[in-house]
């Protein structure tokens, strides 16, 4: 069984930084990628970025703003988020369960419980 469980998130002003943290269980976590996703209402879920390893892939609406990284040893991974803009307001969903870094959201099986991210102008 796969478990994912995010911490962090909040309220931060424009141009801030905030990190998520998402922290996974279950013996075939090593074997897959870790993601992240957003979502707003009435809108489907974004790719922003996956992680595999020393590999990470990210969206081009974040590139340069955010980091993915993992420390395997504790099976975590965080997204690092700076630079922040209003519109980068959403729900944030960590995603495991596929070995390769699909965009699709329909393709990932295991997701955390989400964190509200706010940015304020």
């Known amino acids: 069984q796969v478990q994912l469980v995010q911490s962090g998130g909040g309220l931060v002003q424009t141009g801030g930084s905030l990190t998520l943290s998402c922290a996974a269980s279950g013996r075939t976590v090593p074997h897959y990628y870790i993601s992240w996703f957003r979502q707003n209402p009435g809108k489907e879920r974004e790719f922003l970025a996956a992680?595999?390893?020393?590999?990470?892939h990210y969206a081009d609406s974040v590139k340069g703003r955010y980091s993915i990284s993992r420390d395997n040893s504790r099976n975590l991974v965080y997204l690092q988020m700076t630079s922040l803009k209003p519109e980068d307001t959403a729900v944030y969903y960590c995603?495991?369960?596929?070995?390769?870094?699909?965009?699709?959201?329909?393709?990932?099986?295991?997701w955390g419980q989400g964190t509200q991210v706010t940015v304020s102008s």
């Open positions: 992680v595999k390893g020393n590999t990470s």
């Open positions: 995603a495991t369960g596929t070995p390769v870094p699909y965009s699709n959201a329909r393709q990932w099986v295991y």
